[in-house]
């Protein structure tokens, strides 16, 4: 009995040092793979104009450009967000269920 429990044991880690081995080789290829494909993108970006290039300063212009419309954006509705919000939170219905009352005074009795 105390051999198998033994074998079992030295079956297991076993198992978990491949599965651990297993895990470094498909993290070392991984990283292979990524270092290949951003090489290949880095020399295509560099053949097309680079970073310096027209492209790159055009998407700038329009990354900056949408930037300010969502900022724009943001200061034209904020305060009406903030009017819903409040809104919504002075709402306060004071009715009370019908059935709440009457579970009430079961509990309670009626006084």
């Known amino acids: ?3 198998l429990r033994y074998y079992w044991s030295l ?3 076993a198992r978990g040092d491949r599965m651990k081995q297993a895990q470094a080789d498909a993290d070392e290829l991984i990283a292979a793979y990524r270092r290949e494909q951003q090489d290949a993108f880095d020399k295509k970006v560099l053949l097309e ?3 310096g290039g027209n492209a790159s300063a055009k998407l700038q212009a329009e990354t900056n450009k949408e930037i300010q419309i969502m900022q724009a954006q943001f200061q034209s509705n904020a305060q ?5 919000l409040l809104s919504k939170c ?4 004071l009715e009370v269920p019908t059935a ?3 579970s009430t005074q079961k509990l309670y009795g009626d006084n």
């Open 100 to 102: 709440r009352v009457r």
């Open 1 to 3: 009995m105390i051999f």
């Open 11 to 13: 079956r297991s880690t």
């Open 80 to 84: 009406k967000a903030v009017d819903v």
């Open 90 to 93: 002075c709402e306060v219905s």
């Open 49 to 51: 104009g680079g970073s």
